[in-house]
């Protein structure tokens, strides 16, 4: 059973880099995308972007110009990284894996809350 | 990017069947056949109920089934139980080769 345990800052300051990191345990890492999706108190879901292990990502256009999601295959971890964070950017940020055909996510992380507050 | 419109609120009596409609364009919810379902309960993470607009994971009941008409896709769950109470999104992936995901359905048990 594939497990995506997440962690990094929970809070930041308005204009600072947001960072998380997702590593993937008992599961191949290859083979799939993993996503980034957040979710803002009292919103709905957002998908931020998507990366495979070869490093082949995809972002939301209305964040592309400050994000980046890398990976890290030989450690089996995906990481977010989003910069000039506003409060707007506050948020239950979640990991994710998309089994190649599925086109959804089918295991996720336990979300992390990420503050942006002055 | 617009979410993908879907009714705010759809409610039901245990044992019946409620749908909810999840509306796009011919760029995402029309095109491919790559529209999802998921079932949010408050502090929990997503969970997975639909893929490719019909298919179930393991273990997810055959009393939740999706469908596709068009621009427009829905989900129906059956024999409403007290436990389908949840916020339910869906999503679908676009030509662009990004995904989007609907405003969300708080579905109510009576």
């Known amino acids: 059973q594939v497990q995506l345990q997440q962690w990094g800052a929970g809070l930041l300051k308005p204009s600072e880099t947001l960072s998380l990191t997702c590593a993937v345990y008992?599961?191949?890492?290859?083979?799939?995308?993993w996503s980034w999706i957040r979710q803002p108190p009292g919103k709905g879901l957002e998908w931020i972007g998507e990366?495979?292990?070869?490093?082949?990502?995809n972002y939301n256009p209305s964040l592309k110009r400050r994000v980046t999601i890398s990976v890290d295959t030989s450690k089996k971890q995906v990481s977010l990284r989003l910069r000039s964070v506003t409060a707007a950017d506050t948020a239950v940020y979640y990991c994710?894996?998309?089994?190649?055909?599925?086109?959804?996510?089918?295991?996720w992380g336990q979300g992390t809350l990420v503050t942006v507050s002055s | 990017q617009s979410a993908l419109t879907q009714p705010a609120s759809v409610s039901g009596s245990p044992g019946q069947s409620i749908t909810i409609s999840c509306s796009g364009t011919s760029s995402d919810v029309g095109g491919d056949n790559y529209v999802s379902w998921y079932q949010l309960h408050p502090g929990k993470a997503p969970k997975l109920m639909i893929y490719v607009v019909t298919n179930r994971p393991l273990g997810v009941s055959d009393r939740f089934s999706g469908s596709k008409s068009g621009n427009t896709a829905s989900l129906t769950i059956s024999g409403l139980r007290a436990e389908d109470e949840a916020d339910y999104y869906c999503s679908s992936f676009t030509s662009s080769s990004t995904q989007v995901f609907g405003t969300g359905t708080k579905v109510t048990v009576l």
């Open positions: 994710a894996r998309m089994p190649r055909g599925y086109y959804a996510q089918d295991s």
């Open positions: 008992g599961g191949p890492f290859s083979g799939y995308f």
């Open positions: 990366i495979n292990h070869s490093g082949d990502t």
